[in-house]
T-cell receptor, first 117, second 111 residues
Framework: GAVVSQHPSWVICKSGTSVKIECRSLDFQATTMFWYRQFPKQSLMLMAT?????????EQGVEKDKFLINHASLTLSTLTVTSAHPEDSSFYIC?????????????FGPGTRLTVL | SQKIEQNSEALNIQEGKTATLTCNYTNYSPAYLQWYRQDPGRGPVFLLL?????KEKRKERLKVTFDTTLKQSLFHITASQPADSATYLCALGRGANDMRFGAGTRLTVKP
């Protein structure tokens, strides 16, 4: 159980265009999902926390107008990178909060590789 | 400021040996610590969670210890196999909305 999927797994786009990445919890309901980005050989950096039915909470330094997050249902959160630029090229990973024996943990999706030309 | 350090960027060991990875932290009091495995181009996969009041936890060939006095966790893989080669991340947290990741240790098990 607790499977998280992401779509697409990779995407290449031109500079200035917008890209939407979907994150789905397949066999459970996720009231809270998280969006991370990861540069090569670096750790996961939390971008924002997405709560179903409410506005996302962004980490310091993350532009909310550039990285639009929508968590419209208990099984789907989307991240839209607006007006993408080459510096936005990265590996984007979502996760969902999952209860685990009295403690909550996070189960991750497989990630989306974004390349902006 | 809070810091999470994983002992080395890369660790190479021979098949059959025990791999030991270290996660140290400062200026933070986590309620739990987790270890994840990440393969290239993939998202992290949850392995084990250990709480602050637990000293040790095991799962098959994996063993995790958590010393809140030393502010350190050790992650052991016994009888290592080439298939264990991956990057291993430690993550500390006080709740699912508050998890911080180390940079990871890339383990290579040679046949």
């Amino acid at each position: 159980g607790a499977v998280v999927s992401q779509h697409p797994s990779w995407v290449i786009c031109k500079s200035g265009t917008s890209v939407k990445i979907e994150c789905r919890s397949l066999d459970f309901q996720a009231t809270t999902m998280f969006w991370y980005r990861q540069f090569p050989k670096q750790s996961l950096m939390l971008m924002a926390t997405s709560n179903e039915g409410s506005k996302a909470t962004y980490e310091q330094g993350v532009e909310k107008d550039k990285f639009l997050i929508n968590h419209a249902s208990l099984t789907l959160s989307t991240l839209t990178v607006t007006s993408a630029h080459p510096e936005d090229s990265s590996f984007y990973i979502c996760s969902a909060r999952v209860p685990l024996g009295g403690t909550d943990t996070q189960y991750f999706g497989p990630g989306t590789r974004l390349t902006v030309l | 400021s809070q810091k999470i350090e994983q002992n080395s960027e890369a660790l190479n060991i021979q098949e059959g040996k025990t791999a030991t990875l270290t996660c140290n932290y400062t200026n933070y009091s986590p309620a739990y610590l987790q270890w994840y495995r990440q393969d290239p181009g993939r998202g992290p996969v949850f392995l084990l969670l250990i709480r602050e009041n637990e000293k040790e936890k095991r799962k098959e060939r994996l063993k995790v210890t958590f010393d809140t006095t030393l502010k350190q966790s050790l992650f052991h893989i016994t009888a290592s196999q080439p298939a264990d080669s991956a990057t291993y991340l430690c993550a500390l947290g006080r709740g699912a909305n508050d998890m911080r990741f180390g940079a990871g240790t890339r383990l290579t098990v040679k046949p």
